[in-house]
């Protein structure tokens, strides 16, 4: 049960966000590195897993790691400019199969292969296809949340990179968590 972007996350209705650990490796920026990620409808808090915030998204305000220069912040007018900087857009190809297609540069086709499949113990499916400049991808996708678990996908020149969710849960809305800390400002 995969739901649009442009719907609210089911875990937001309920006043539940979305908490998980991420591991990347390949041919990512800053791989291999460990991420914690909380999501609440569109709203998205990354840190490292030293507990340094690296990218907020709340509403109109976005915070993030600017190259080395500190935290930065932007309102909803400058948000284009901001993603171009954007320090974990791995940790954002996770809110839903859209995203991960728009990450990786490619398009759902009309047909992909898809099979019912278990991830953490969570009903998943998994969406295969290939697209240039990638020979095979895989995404393993939520099936109460819509959220994805797992990214794949093998490179013709740069091998095989992945992003994946190594321990996922629902917890009650915290607001300290989508907040800037005066430690992250330091």
């Not at 291999?32 to 709203?43: A, I, M, S, T």
């Amino acid at each position: 049960m995969a739901w649009d972007d442009n719907s609210a996350a089911p875990e937001a209705s309920n006043g539940q966000m979305w908490v998980v650990e991420v591991e990347t490796s390949g041919a990512l920026a800053a791989a291999p590195r460990v991420l914690r990620c909380w999501f609440h409808g569109e709203d998205l808090a990354v840190r490292d897993d030293q507990g340094v915030l690296l990218w907020l998204n709340v509403g109109p305000y976005t915070a993030y790691q600017d190259g080395g220069r500190g935290l930065a912040e932007a309102r909803e007018d400058a948000f284009d400019e901001v993603m171009f900087r954007h320090p974990v857009p791995e940790a954002a190809a996770l809110a839903s199969l859209q995203s991960a297609l728009a990450w990786l540069g490619t398009r759902e086709p009309n047909s992909p292969a898809e099979e019912p499949t278990k991830y953490l113990g969570l009903s998943a499916r998994t969406t295969r296809l290939s697209s240039e400049p990638f020979d095979d991808i895989q995404i393993v996708t939520d099936e109460a949340t819509g959220r994805v678990l797992q990214i794949m996908a093998t490179h013709h020149v740069h091998g095989q990179s992945g992003v994946r969710v190594t321990n996922a849960a629902l917890h009650p809305v915290s607001d300290e968590a989508f907040e800037v800390l005066e430690s992250d400002r330091t």
